[in-house]
Structures are given as structure tokens and as C-alpha cells.
């Protein structure tokens, strides 16, 4: 999970899909509850996964439940930790950004700029690195992880999509008929590119 694409979303995934979630893993004390809708539109207008969205907030804020956060408002909270220095934690007070503004400030600073994926977030060689942490991406990596279980793609689970706005002028009448079985023991950066190269060549034409 540290290295997959941020920028990807499971096909099918849904507002209840992330409330079941969230609701199975948070504490009692959670402002993240009932929040997947929110979630779900942070990832479509960000173009990021919104289970990244989710764990990202869930580190950050203590599940929402945090001062960072304004106590869970959705609206003006920071619930990614943007510009909570190590020694000036109380400037993150600045970006009180709501959970869909969080969401694009880090697509347009950080996945825009290549920053794609957990590790180069974290690991960057010292330079324009998210957090100090060192264990940062993993422990990210390791909530979005244990989403899989409430989280199914389609038919098989492994199907995946662009996060990424669509664009309203673009002809989406298109309906493509295509069955794909991902073999078994691929995880998900694996499935993604296994999926969009089936997706290819049936368009294609090639067998």
C-alpha cells in the first residue's frame, strides 16, 4: 500500500462501503462516523483515493476527535495535519481547510508535483517530505489495508479507476461489457495494472 498510485480509487466504491468501514475500526469516540459521503466527494474533486483520505485523517486527527480538526467540523477542521510543524504543531490552526479543501491542497501540492504514492510522500531524499515521522506511510498504509474486507471493487473486488473529476463535457454514453478475473495473490498496484492492460487490449483488439 505505500506504493500504490494515490490516484487511483477501487471502482464501486461507495459512501456506505466507507461508513461500514470506518465504523468498524474507529473508536467510539469518533467524529469520522457517518462521515463516507463527506469522504467520497473529497476523493472525486481531489482525484485521491478516499480510503487514503480516510486513514490519512484517521492518523492525523485521532479519528477526528483531535483540536487539529475543530473537534470534527468537517468545514473548517485540518484533518490531514497540514502545516502542524514538529516545532510549531499550532500553525496547522492555519489550514483549517475542511476535509475536501485538505484533500486538494494535498493533490495540487503533492501528488500533482509527483509525489504519488505514501513512500515518496514520506521518503522524498529530505526534500518536501509530509511528515518526520518515519513510519508515517506505513502506519497510513496499514489502515487503508484493512479496509479491503468492507471495501468490495464490482463483481471480484479488484477492479480500479481514476480518482480524477470527470469532465462534464465528455461523452460518457459508452458502455464497455468486459468480465475481468485478477489472479489470485495480486495486490492491489498489481491488479490495477493487470486490469487497465485486459482494459486495453479489449479495446484494442488484441486477444
Known amino acids: 500500500m505505500t506504493k500504490h498510485d494515490l490516484g487511483k480509487t477501487p471502482k464501486g466504491i461507495t459512501a456506505e462501503m466507507l461508513d461500514k468501514w470506518i465504523n468498524?475500526?474507529?473508536?467510539?469516540?469518533?467524529?469520522?462516523?457517518?462521515?463516507?459521503?463527506?469522504?467520497?466527494?473529497?476523493?472525486?474533486?481531489?482525484?485521491?483515493?478516499?480510503?487514503?483520505?480516510v486513514a490519512h485523517s484517521a492518523v492525523e486527527t485521532a479519528w477526528g476527535t483531535s483540536n487539529l480538526s475543530s473537534k470534527g467540523n468537517v468545514e473548517k477542521g485540518n484533518w490531514f495535519g497540514i502545516g502542524a510543524f514538529d516545532n510549531n504543531p499550532n500553525n496547522g490552526?492555519?489550514?483549517?481547510?475542511?476535509?475536501?479543501?485538505?484533500?486538494?491542497?494535498?493533490?495540487?501540492?503533492?501528488?500533482?508535483?509527483?509525489?504519488?504514492?505514501?513512500?515518496?510522500?514520506?521518503?522524498?531524499?529530505?526534500?518536501?517530505?509530509?511528515?518526520?515521522?518515519?513510519?508515517?506511510?506505513t502506519t497510513i498504509a496499514s489502515i487503508m489495508k484493512g479496509s479491503e474486507k468492507y471495501i468490495k471493487a464490482g463483481r471480484g473486488g479488484a477492479g480500479y479507476g481514476s480518482g480524477s473529476v470527470v469532465d462534464s463535457n465528455r461523452d460518457t454514453t459508452t458502455n464497455l461489457k468486459l468480465e475481468i478475473d485478477v489472479p489470485q495473490g495480486y495486490d492491489s498496484d498489481k491488479a490495477s495494472d493487470y486490469v487497465a492492460r485486459q482494459v486495453v487490449n479489449y479495446i484494442t483488439g488484441i486477444k
Not at 469516540?29 to 472525486?44: D, F, I, P
Not at 483549517?96 to 510522500?121: D, H
Open 24 to 53: 468498524a475500526v474507529a473508536p467510539g469516540n469518533s467524529k469520522m462516523r457517518g462521515l463516507g459521503k463527506t469522504y467520497l466527494k473529497a476523493g472525486k474533486e481531489s482525484g485521491l483515493d478516499p480510503r487514503y483520505l
Open 93 to 137: 490552526f492555519n489550514y483549517g481547510l475542511g476535509i475536501v479543501g485538505g484533500a486538494k491542497w494535498i493533490a495540487e501540492n503533492f501528488y500533482s508535483k509527483g509525489q504519488k504514492t505514501l513512500k515518496t510522500m514520506r521518503h522524498n531524499n529530505g526534500q518536501h517530505e509530509y511528515a518526520t515521522d518515519p513510519n508515517w506511510d
